[in-house]
Antibody
């Protein structure tokens, strides 16, 4: 059974930093691209960042480019999101998601974690 | 930017059919999928590649995609189907794009 477990959320002041983790199990982690998707309170889903299975390719939404860094440790089956220069508008539940495959028809998320809440406030 | 627009809400009586539209420029040229999200829970994939159902998803969920509109149809809607639904597509320029979301209420 695929399991994704996020951690690392919490309360941080504007301008601060936080690192999220997503521990994966139940599948060959290195074979799958992974992503972070966030949801602000009462709002819709927003894609944040993606990384290829090898970690060699990374992608970011314009709203976080230059502030957030996605990475992975395939030996630990863990995905990370380093968030710097945090703003109030970054407040959201952050989900990690497994991309179904590497081709265009498979660019969707077939498994999601339970999410971790990040609150940016003074 | 690429945008996917959904109606904010859809109401349906138990046992009836609910249809949720997702509109985007030439969306029919892309692959659309749909997620169900119940309050306090993570999203769950219910339709992928326009019209395919993951294992474990009831047959009452179906999808289509043509022109500028993808549609999620719930036939014989049950109370347990009350949730928020999001469409999603992938665009080569804008990566993963989610729809604005639709709240389905089963009256």
């Amino acid at each position: 059974e695929v399991q994704l477990l996020e951690s690392g959320g919490g309360l941080v002041q504007p301008g601060g930093s936080l690192r999220l983790s997503c521990a994966a199990s139940g599948f060959t982690f290195s074979s799958y691209g992974m992503s972070w998707v966030r949801q602000a309170p009462g709002k819709g889903l927003e894609w944040v960042s993606s990384i290829s299975g090898s970690g060699g390719s990374t992608y970011y939404a314009d709203s976080v480019k230059g502030r957030f860094t996605i990475s992975r440790d395939n030996s630990k089956s863990t995905l990370y999101l380093q968030m710097n220069s945090l703003r109030a508008e970054d407040t959201a539940v952050y989900y990690c998601g497994r991309r179904a495959g590497n081709t265009v028809p498979t660019k969707y998320f077939d498994s999601w974690g339970q999410g971790t809440l990040v609150t940016v406030s003074s | 930017s690429y945008e996917l627009t959904q109606p904010p809400s859809v109401s349906v009586s138990p046992g009836q059919t609910a249809s949720i539209a997702c509109s985007g420029d030439k969306l029919g040229d892309k692959y659309a999928c749909w997620y169900q999200q119940k309050p306090g829970q993570s999203p769950v994939l219910v339709i992928y590649q326009n019209n395919k159902r993951p294992s474990g998803i009831p047959e009452r969920f179906s999808g289509s995609n043509s022109g500028n509109t993808a549609t999620l149809t719930i036939s014989g809607t049950q109370a347990m189907d009350e949730a928020d639904y999001y469409c999603q597509a992938w665009d080569s320029s804008f990566s993963y794009v989610f729809g604005t979301g639709t709240k389905v209420t089963v009256l």
